[in-house]
């Protein structure tokens, strides 16, 4: 494939609720242009976007994957982005790198939610957008129904570029409200001129009064002149639409049927004549440096005569060719062998070949220019969300945030050789998904892998299972409970050992007192004089801190309090540190009956956003859940309403939620202190701790 100068490339992500037709339409759109030899059907598992053999086996799209077709001398960038709540975060990464968003909505279902979810990352970018009314061939498909519901949801600015001929079955044909023609396709989605039929003359009318008026808005001058005549030429209309689509005044709608191919045409042409050019976007702000080397600030244009730099959107780590690192030219032209700097890890980098990607297919380009979107395979340090730059023209952009995870799951190999296995095959699979994580609870030492749904981690079971051959089980994960103190004792912690030869002796006298929370763990050596030698009074600290690890109630470590060493004693041949260790684990054990110890909850700081609909069920779950609501707010059209609530209440949030918004509401949480456990709960945990054998039997000294 030839390289195309930047106002010859378009980039489109499509976006929309899952199985509202996305992948369909891009498979087909590709088959009319002549990309693809062979028509995939989504129902077969062909579309040239549906390889991922999970994805396939689901019916559903995991991950963005790319596309390109030639159309009218120009490349048109596909990028099909998923739309289930599950794995829509991935239309992040897309919406920042596109130069237009293709709203995808079913005829049949309307407006859903992950059309919206899209839609507001779409504006988090500020990406301007064309929509697609699709499956108008479907029983019960309603063009109008669907264009009102977005209307409705989103803005009066949506405006039907093309309007469909035929209902259902009998959709054969488009009106263009543009240039006023009409259109019927044939089995191959060719189109021929014809009449605009007499019946719904009247919509068509009003339609292309409304684009008018639209496009009168965009401009103050085109205003006055509308004002004035009350309507524009032709001359007005068309140059100006693109700049309206541009500074997301306009949202044009087109009709079409993905398996039927009517209406592909129109859009094809549509995207090459309205959609913007990415050197119509706005320059790219970064630094010179990454932020810990205090960076100036930088601007590159898309343009081809500034210097090379690219944004790294995505990663796909393919079983035979590879790390493939997928990019976004934002300035300069780039040839295959290039070396570049990767600015954000400060390494050098050979490109090697470069690609434009079909799917999987890999298809190679000598060059490629500013705007465009290439692939490169076995990047030696490059990740989704790194910079690369000409070394003598450094600049870092800044990486895509992604939502934090809404559930975590404790995932166990379950056997040695997969646990040998586990973490190479995850770290492959978060390189392709920057939004899994994956850590270890230091305190409940288990593996926790968490994403933004419990079908997200299912897909990544099956992962490891099908592509790396690992299992594992997945469970819920522990809480991190802890225990402290509430009443102040003062203890002797004495340990004597008399054998045939040298003995073991040592003894303390230690002041226990409760801290405030947070203050975890605080010794003072109190003693005057020799009583117990300073070489052993730190293991007596050590004692302490050791029997503290194991509590005292339920097996979780006791932390907010204060030991004093006030006074001890020794024995000049049988003293040594092992004995005054065993001495302080003894006090500490001799003062859990007097202290007063309970069990400490982790809480949360939750905030959740929803519709305002759904608030005063939102609320009433989260008060069940021992939850205290701090306060509500506005954001936009939705409620926010913020919260603390015990962590344990809050492990199985996710789908309370989604059956509470009907999937519309999303949340996150962070950790805010630990509180005390109320007395039937902390009951609950003490007989769990029973019977989980984390309550040790005192140790025989």
Known sequence: MKAYPTNQIRNLALIGHGHAGKTQL??????????????????????????????????????????????????????????????????????????????????????EVGTEKTWAYANEF???????????????????????????????????????????????????????????????????????????????????????????????????????????????IIPNISRAIAASRLCPVFAV?????????????????????????????????????????????????????????????????????????????????ATVQNTTRGQAERLGALHSMQGKQLDKIDEASAGDIIAVVKLKETQTGDTLSDKAAPVVYDPIE????????????????????????????????????????????EFLLSGSGQLHIETVVEKLKNRYHVEVALHPPKVPYKETITARAEVQGRHKKQTGGRGQFGDCKVVFEPLPRGSGFVFEDKIFGGSVPQQFRPAIEKGIVEAAQGGAIAGYPMVDFKAVLVDGSYHTVDSDEHSFRAAGRKAFRNAVE?????????????????????????????????????????????????????MSEMLDYQSKLNSITAARGTFHMEFSHYDPVPGQIAQKIVEQARAEGRIRAEEEE
């Open 126 to 236: 500020i990406t301007p957008r064309m929509m697609v009314i699709a499956k108008l061939d479907k029983e019960r498909a309603d063009f109008g129904a669907a264009l009102d519901s977005a209307r409705s949801t989103f803005s009066r600015a949506i405006v039907p570029f093309t309007l469909p001929i035929g209902q259902e079955a009998n959709f054969r044909g488009v009106v263009d409200v543009v240039h006023m023609k009409a259109y019927e396709f044939d089995a191959n989605g060719k189109a021929k001129e014809t009449d605009i039929p007499s019946a719904g003359r009247e919509m068509v009318d009003k339609e292309r009064e409304r684009l008018i008026e639209v496009i009168a808005e965009s401009d103050d001058a085109l205003m006055e002149k509308w004002l004035e005549n009350g309507t524009l030429e032709e001359a007005d």
């Open 257 to 337: 049927s993905g398996l039927t191919l009517a209406g592909l045409q129109p859009l094809l042409d549509g995207i090459v004549d309205y959609a913007p050019a990415p050197d119509t976007h706005e320059a790219e702000h970064g630094k010179s440096a990454p932020d810990g080397d205090g960076g100036e600030p930088v601007t590159r244009g898309y343009h081809a005569e500034e210097p090379f730099s690219a944004y790294v959107f995505r990663t796909v780590a393919d079983p035979f060719a590879g790390r493939i690192n997928v990019m976004k030219i934002i300035s300069g032209k780039v040839k295959s062998d």
């Open 594 to 646: 007097k202290v007063k110890p309970t069990i400490l909850e982790p809480i949360m700081n939750v905030e959740v956003v929803a519709p305002v609909e759904a608030s005063g069920d939102i609320m009433g779950d989260l008060n069940s859940r021992r939850g205290r609501v701090q306060g509500m707010d506005m954001r936009g059209k939705n409620q926010v309403i913020k919260a603390q609530v015990p």
């Open 26 to 111: 891009i498979s087909s759109l590709l088959h009319l242009a002549g990309a693809t030899q062979r028509w995939g059907k989504v129902d077969e598992g062909t579309t040239t976007t549906d390889y991922d053999e999970d994805a396939v086996a689901r019916k559903i799209t995991l991950n963005n994957q790319l596309a390109h077709c030639e159309w009218r001398e120009h490349k048109v960038n596909l990028i099909d982005t998923p739309g289930f709540t599950a794995f829509v975060p991935h239309a992040r990464p897309a919406l920042r790198v596109a130069d237009c968003a293709l709203v995808v909505v079913d005829a049949v279902s309307g407006v």
């Open 402 to 445: 992604y939502p934090e995870a809404a559930i975590s799951f404790a995932i166990e190999p379950k056997s040695r050789q997969d646990e040998e296995k586990i973490s190479a095959a995850l770290h492959k699979i978060l390189e392709e998904d920057p939004s899994l994580h994956f850590d270890r609870d230091a305190q409940t030492k």
